[in-house]
């Protein structure tokens, strides 16, 4: 059974559309985060989410638009999406938020 | 400065050999600290959690100093396996935790 799931596993994208990208974590946990890995594999926190309320906005541009519709599910919407936007979009929750997190496995955006 | 900094890397080892990574962090009011393993094309997971006191799980042991806001891992007998990417984790109390990631350390074990 999965933890934290995510999908689509990979997205492939024109310029100027809009996308989501759904996460649903079966841990009970109450803080769920979406982070991005770029072309340097370096992962960086996008939102942090705690118990449905927005607890941390990284500076992301606001065509990113995180909706939690319950504890278990945080799902991103991209609108305008750009050739920047191309990477790697992890999911993950943790209980509290100060212990460890569990990470989906990752939906990889290419934008073309 | 970069909130948590890691060696540059790639580490390239010889297996059985001793390897050993260090991270710096910058907000002495960090609350946890943990290492992550990444492998190639894969969601980072939590290798261990590292404690005041220092920690050991087997072949890996993880060292914190506050003082100095310094974190280590040690690796002992490397493994072909163990090759992958070492990620160092802090969580910050900013009203809400914020975790954050290192750039992380490349590492390859050969035969």
């Known amino acids: ?112 | 400065r970069k909130e948590v900094e890691q060696d540059p890397g790639p580490f390239n080892v010889p297996e059985g050999a001793t390897v050993a990574f260090n991270c710096t962090y910058s907000n002495s009011a960090s609350q946890s600290f943990f290492w992550y393993r990444q492998d190639c094309r894969k969601e980072p997971k939590l290798l261990m959690s590292v404690y005041s006191s220092g920690n050991e799980d087997g072949r890996f042991t993880a060292q914190l100093n506050r003082a100095s806001q310094y974190i280590s891992l040690l690796i002992r007998d490397s493994k072909l396996s163990d090759s992958a990417t070492y990620l160092c984790v802090v969580n910050e109390d900013t009203g809400g935790f914020k975790t954050i990631f290192g750039a992380g350390t490349r590492l390859f074990v050969k035969a």
């Not at chain 1, 790697?88 to 496995?105: E, I, K, L, N």
């Open chain 1, 1 to 112: 059974d999965t933890a934290v799931s995510q999908t689509p596993k990979y997205l492939v994208t024109q310029m100027g559309n809009d996308k989501s990208i759904k996460c649903e974590q079966n841990l009970g946990h109450d803080t769920m985060y979406w982070y991005k890995q770029d072309s340097k594999k370096f992962l960086k926190i996008m939102f942090s989410y705690n118990n449905k309320e927005l607890i941390i906005n990284e500076t992301v541009p606001n065509r990113f638009s995180p909706k939690s519709p319950d504890k278990a599910h945080l799902n991103l919407h991209i609108n305008s999406l750009e050739l920047g936007d191309s990477a790697v979009y992890f999911c993950a929750s943790s209980q509290d938020g100060r212990y460890r997190a569990t990470f989906g496995s990752g939906t990889r955006l290419t934008v073309v």
